[in-house]
């Protein structure tokens, strides 16, 4: 899950902050981004253990090492 919550994080917190998104960079205190941080990392945490109580691997590490191996694996736990 290491590599779908560090992308998910990066474009969470990327559209929050860039004009591409909300663009709140600059009206946001730094507590402010701390929280929303530490909420989504809370989130994460609780998605994650949810996820794979049921498949394998995450979705991005799934599709990664389908790639690798050039075939279909099973995510199924």
């Known amino acids: 899950m290491a590599l779908t919550n560090y992308l998910t ?3 969470v917190l990327t559209f929050l902050a860039y004009g ?4 709140l960079a600059l009206k946001l205190s ?4 701390l929280g929303i941080s ?3 990392y809370v989130a994460q945490v609780i998605l994650s253990g949810l996820w794979l109580s049921k498949f394998k691997y995450g979705p991005l590490e ?3 090492r389908c790639i690798t191996y050039w075939r279909i694996l099973s ?3």
């Open 9 to 11: 994080q990066s474009l």
């Open 20 to 23: 591409w998104g909300l663009g």
């Open 30 to 33: 730094g507590f402010q981004v």
């Open 38 to 40: 530490f909420l989504l």
């Open 62 to 64: 799934w599709v990664w």
């Open 75 to 77: 995510i199924r736990a």
